[in-house]
Structure formats: C-alpha cells, structure tokens
C-alpha cells in the first residue's frame, strides 16, 4: 500500500493555483519558479493517484476530483491556521462566520444575534444574507462555518439539522378581487403571479404545484427581495407566495389579504447546514441553539 507523503506547502499550492488557475500566475504570486509550482502539483497528483487538472491548449481546468479535493484542502488549511493560532487568541475572539437565507435574515437574524451576544459578546461576526445557491457555495468553499436556510436539499458533503417548519401563505392586495377568495387550479392562469427566484423554497414549492397539475405559468414580476414583491402585491400587481412569518408581519404593516389555493399544502422548513464532518466549537453549538430557540418561538405564535 502506497504511504502517502503530501504536506500542508503542497496544498496551500495547490489552493493557489485554484485562485489563479495559472501555473505562471501562482509562481509569480509567491515568488517561485513555474517549474517548481508544476512538480510539485504533479508529486500531488501522483500521491494521490487523481488528476486533478485537466490542460487543454495551455489552460487548467479543474478535473471533478479536483473539484472535491480543493473543498477537503481548504478544510484542512483552514483548521490547520486555526489551530496556529490557538494559543495567541482568545477563543471568544475568533471570529464566527454565518451565512442566512435573505427570509431567515429578515425575520430571525438579529433576535438570534442578541441571544448569542448575552453569552459571547466579544465574539467577531461575519454574516452574508444571500440566495440559497450562493450560501451552498460559500459553505463548499469553506467561507462560512454555518448556514441557516430554508429548504436546502441534502447530500453527501453537506448535513443538516432541522430548526422549523412553517406554512406557506398567497397574499394579494386587500383591494384585489380574489382578496379573501379560493382559487380554482383553473383561476391559476388568469392570475399575475408575483415569485421569488427558482431555487427558493417558496418558488420550488409553487413550480412543484404546478408540475402535479399539468400547469404552466411565468410570473411577471421575479425577484430575491421579498418586500418588493410584497410591495407590488399591496399595490394590486399580482399575488405573491410568503411563509407564514413574513406574512404575518406583512399583514400589519401592509394593506394585503390572504388567498387561499385549491389543493396548495405548501410548507417551508428551515435547516442548519453545516459541512460533514465539521468540528463544532462551544460558539457554534451555542449560535445554532440560539436560531433554533428563535425559529421555534416563532413556529409556536
């Protein structure tokens, strides 16, 4: 059996190729010679046994394996540089990096946040509030230690723990004719819809509706913000598709009424997302109860 002999210089190259995707570039970056950047990806390789770049007409390109093998290096990299630092920084003083789908940063981000502060109140945070493709790729690439997203598919690089489950709601401007009515599958195709992006658990439920009824639809108005499409509902542009919390909230502060759909059961759960096989520190565990303790109050109003 082949004893494998790669070290920490090997993959932070490795990782700087990706970034360049450049031999020429990554030896120029780090004051090297090109040919001592190429042996020693090619010692990688061998070790190994993986190609991971495929060179077609003097360009790299990262190989499948590649692909994976850079998620698991950049893992490594990063634990190791934490661990470098261990004993110069205070652990309350690292900082937590987050990532939240742009509903669960709307409604559950900042009491989440006050909870974790009461009990890490010097703890950095660095929080991106995006779509959900977006969140996966930043947890692939190890630039966020967790994610908080509603309806995210499982795999085998990533684990989930469940936090809630909430009820999906169509709402229309109090002035709309179907304000206050059922539609009929049938009613579907006389109405403007007003949708997040595919991709969105709100959307992916609706398209999954449609689907089971042999329905075809586009809405006219698309977008990742919630309140614009909230805002074009109370102004009688369309209907539009929220989880009940949202709606809750948009329901006081908005001139808009509830509709109801013929055989629509929709319901967004929301999750943990983490990396498999990712260390939880005391600061991690502690941000996840504080969402799940926040999603769980809201999922009992």
């Not at 489950?165 to 403007?192: H, N, Q």
């Not at 948009?250 to 759909?261: G, M, Q, R, S, V």
Request: with cysteine; aromatic share 8%; glycine share 4%.
């Amino acid at each position: 059996m082949r004893r494998m002999i790669m070290n920490l210089r090997q993959l932070r190259l490795f990782l700087n190729v990706c970034e360049t995707m450049s031999m020429t570039k990554t030896a120029q970056n780090l004051y090297l010679s090109q040919p001592a950047i190429s042996k020693a990806i090619k010692e990688l390789e061998q070790e190994l046994d993986e190609i991971l770049f495929d060179r077609i007409n003097g360009r790299l390109f990262l190989t499948d394996e590649g692909r994976l093998f850079k998620i698991k290096a950049s893992q490594v990299v990063q634990d190791f540089d934490s661990l470098r630092d261990f004993t110069t920084l205070d652990d309350d003083k690292l900082p937590l990096k987050i990532g939240v789908s742009l509903t669960i940063g709307r409604k559950t981000l900042g009491p989440a946040l006050d909870l974790f502060k009461e009990t890490y109140p010097e703890t950095p945070l660095k929080i991106y509030a995006e779509n959900i493709n977006s969140i996966k790729q930043r947890l692939l690439n190890g630039e966020i230690d967790v994610a908080f997203t509603e309806g995210f598919e499982s795999n085998q690089e990533f684990e989930r723990e469940w936090l809630s489950t909430y009820e999906m709601l169509f709402v229309c401007g109090r002035a709309s004719k179907w304000a206050g009515k059922m539609m009929s599958r049938e009613d579907i195709l006389e109405v403007p819809f007003l949708m997040r992006e595919k991709g969105s658990s709100l959307r992916d439920a609706f398209d999954a509706y449609l689907y089971q009824n042999e329905l075809e639809m586009s809405p006219v108005l698309e977008s990742v913000n919630t309140e614009i499409l909230v805002n074009a509902a109370e102004k009688g542009l369309g209907v539009t598709l929220l989880s009940k919390p949202l709606a809750d909230i948009a329901f006081k502060n908005h001139e808009l009424a509830e509709i109801k759909l013929e055989g629509f059961e929709g319901q967004s759960t929301n999750y943990c997302v983490m990396l498999k096989g990712k260390k939880q520190s005391r600061k991690l565990r502690k941000i996840i109860a504080c969402f799940k303790e926040i999603e769980q109050k809201s999922s009992r109003n």
